[in-house]
């Protein structure tokens, strides 16, 4: 006889897989002790925040860098490089360069400074490239006193006033005679003056001086300085100058020479090319 069994109570329950391996009881002797994971100590908050140390006592914030930030040691400040001693050097002789000899060593030391500071890690840039314009400014200032000196030399003359040897000069320094080439340029500042025997392009046969007063125009000094040379010239030139050279004359050409020298110089020249000998009587 067969008693039936009252329906299960509950939530159903899956059913067993028949085909799964069984595993045999559980035997108290082969228990195996699992340890329990520990939870992790908490995490400390970040330095300033509410939560955790906000640095120094007293509210103060630390601003140096700690080594876990900037993978190191902290940063530590190098010294500062010193003056180059060359460059100082040029910049002192530059501005004594008054002493050509000075004005050399300061170029020289300058450069010398700058090649150095390629390959050195210290000041002084400016005062060698400082020193190196000074020095050149001050060769040149040199070089223009040298040649204004050449320029302004008297010529050599003997007893009688020739002249003996060749001498660059001014046009002021010419003088009634004197042989020169040079004048055949629209404005005429310096001249060579040389001995008549010597082959040149002009020679000065007379000068006069216009009279005073105001800046009266080229085209009056030009009328006046073509009768007047006309007048004194003419008279004192040999018949073979007369037909051989051709007159002309060197004249203030603005006011402002006008004020430095009102003087009309009149000159014969050759026609092309120079002549030699004096065309005076």
Not at 84 to 108: R, S
Not at 165 to 185: I, K, M, P, W
Not at 189 to 200: A, Q
Not at 256 to 274: D, F, H, L, N
Request: proline residues 12%; glycine residues 10%.
């Amino acid at each position: 006889m067969t008693a039936e069994l009252p329906p299960p109570s509950g939530p159903p329950q899956p059913t067993p897989d028949v085909d799964a391996p069984t595993h045999p009881a559980a035997d108290s002797s082969h228990l195996m002790t699992v340890p329990v994971p520990m939870a992790p100590p908490p995490l400390m908050p970040p330095v300033g925040t509410e939560d955790g140390p906000s640095g120094p006592p007293g509210g103060a914030s630390s601003t140096s860098p700690s080594p876990s930030a900037t993978g190191g040691l902290p940063y530590q400040p190098s010294a500062v490089p010193g003056s180059n001693g060359l460059a100082i050097a040029a910049l002192c002789c530059g501005l004594a360069g008054i002493v050509p000899i000075a004005a050399v060593v300061a170029i020289v030391l300058g450069a010398v400074a700058l090649n150095q500071l390629h390959q050195r890690v210290q000041r002084g840039r400016g005062m060698a490239i400082t020193g190196i314009v000074l020095g050149v400014l001050w060769l040149l200032a040199w070089a223009v006193f040298v040649v204004a000196a050449v320029l302004t030399g008297q010529p050599e003359r003997d007893a009688a006033g020739a002249v003996t040897q060749t001498t660059d000069a001014y046009v002021e320094d010419l003088e009634a005679g004197d042989c020169f080439s040079g004048a055949g340029r629209q404005e005429v500042d310096s001249v060579t003056i040389l001995p008549c025997g010597s082959p040149h392009q002009s020679q000065v046969v007379t000068i006069y001086t216009m009279p005073a007063g105001p800046w009266p125009g080229e085209d009056t000094v030009v009328a006046a300085a073509e009768k007047g040379c006309t007048d004194k010239a003419d008279p004192l030139i040999t018949d073979r100058a007369y037909n051989a050279l051709r007159p002309s004359f060197i004249y203030p050409q603005d006011a402002y020479s006008w004020r430095g020298s009102r003087e009309i110089v009149c000159v014969v020249e050759a026609a092309k090319g120079t002549t030699t000998g004096t065309a005076l009587r």
